[in-house]
């Protein structure tokens, strides 16, 4: 596969993988959200206190409404927020909080981008993906905004400690690392968890 995100093949792999994860059946959703939600809650490193970021399902995303209800009370749930600067800041937000749609029609935290928290503050994120492979790597809509607001974090020194989440049906072959991409520390669907290799270069 070509390394430009922009090629026709990637493009066409994301069209592809989009609709085969809008046309998971609902029961099968619900199973699967409540199933992941158990593996994020089990990983090593999942926080008892501090912020942690999830995001708001569109386009057949996997959900995370489960795992937020689970989470322990010590945490703060956020969802993410489009910043000025083409980066992710995030806002605290529970069910029945405000929210305003941004320009790509998702709904955030009804609060100036400006007053949200950096990726800094962090103590996990959990991202949604489009695909992935065997090795932990994630294929995202290609816009770049997680690996823009993640790229100041070395990823053998979290947290932020980063979770790609998706469906099994999500899988593909190998998928070529780019120089931008930050890796996730972890991908897990509603059958699996694939814990990332730490890296020393």
Do not use: K
């Amino acid at each position: 596969m070509p390394s430009d995100p922009t090629t026709p093949d990637r493009a066409s792999l994301r069209g592809d993988l989009r609709a085969q994860r809008r046309a998971i059946p609902a029961p099968q959703r619900i199973a699967a959200a409540d199933a992941l939600a158990n593996r994020l809650l089990a990983l090593a490193f999942a926080p008892a206190r501090g912020y942690v970021a999830g995001y708001w399902a569109m386009d057949g995303e996997i959900a995370l409404h489960s795992w937020q209800l689970r989470l322990p009370r010590e945490t703060v749930y956020c969802l993410p927020v489009l910043h000025d600067d083409n980066t992710l800041r995030f806002a605290p937000w529970r069910p029945g909080d405000g929210l305003v749609t941004n320009r790509f029609g998702i709904p955030e935290p009804d609060i100036a981008p400006s007053s949200a928290l950096p990726a800094e503050a962090l103590s996990l994120a959990v991202m949604p993906l489009v695909g992935f492979d065997g090795d932990g790597h994630r294929l995202g809509m290609g816009g770049g905004w997680y690996d823009r607001s993640f790229a100041f974090r070395n990823r053998d020194m979290p947290p932020p400690w980063l979770v790609g989440v998706g469906f099994d049906a999500q899988q593909v072959g190998q998928l070529p690392l780019e120089s931008w991409d930050v890796l996730p520390d972890a991908i897990c669907t509603e059958t699996r968890t694939l814990l990332a290799e730490p890296r020393h270069d």
